[in-house]
């Protein structure tokens, strides 16, 4: 199962911070902190998702502890097409992820595409940027945590979806 307590804890507790911060400093400091968080709790939970459909569907051990170092742990961010699917297509093949995609609720792949998109882009320039004398555009918390909601539905719908196909 896919965890989000922890980490609307942790975006709601951003926001707060966000919301009473005495500088434009700090707020954006929290803004870049929530991206970050959101960020680092996608790649986690996509890794979850693999590494279930890896559990089920390959039977070897050593065929099963390949596939987590190879390829859930050489991944190292949340694009749909160039980390998410890849992982899963390397896992379970294009014809099976073909009827995984079929299967998924066309306006959950929108959203959560669409969603990973905009968020590699804003995380990408905050994190290869430094807060100077300029004020650079981050979203706030409160932004991170509803696009939490919408990849999360994507996600699930992914882990439900892939549990219930049949190769």
């Known amino acids: ?5 922890y980490i609307l804890k942790n975006l709601q507790w951003l926001d707060k911070q966000y919301n009473s911060a005495k500088s434009q400093r700090a707020s954006l400091l929290y803004s870049k902190l ?4 959101l960020c680092g709790w996608i790649e986690e ?3 979850d998702v693999v590494n279930r459909c890896v559990n089920k569907n390959v ?3 050593q065929y099963r502890q390949y596939l987590k170092e190879q390829v859930v742990e050489r ?3 949340f694009d749909y097409e160039r980390h998410f699917r890849s992982m899963l297509v390397q896992i379970v093949g294009f014809s099976v992820f073909e009827k995984l995609e079929k299967r998924v609720d ?3 792949l929108h959203l959560f595409k669409s969603s990973l998109g905009s968020l590699k ?3 990408n320039s905050a994190a290869h940027t430094h807060i100077k004398g300029i004020t ?3 979203k706030a918390p409160s932004w991170c945590q509803g696009e939490l909601y919408k990849i999360y539905d994507g996600l699930i719908t992914f882990d439900q979806t892939l549990r219930l196909l049949k190769k």
């Open 75 to 77: 991944n190292s961010g």
């Open 106 to 108: 066309p306006v959950k």
């Open 136 to 138: 650079p555009n981050v």
């Open 59 to 61: 039977k070897k051990h």
């Open 45 to 47: 939970s996509m890794d």
């Open 121 to 123: 882009t804003i995380r």
């Open 1 to 5: 199962m896919i965890a989000k307590s």
């Open 34 to 37: 929530a991206l970050l968080e």
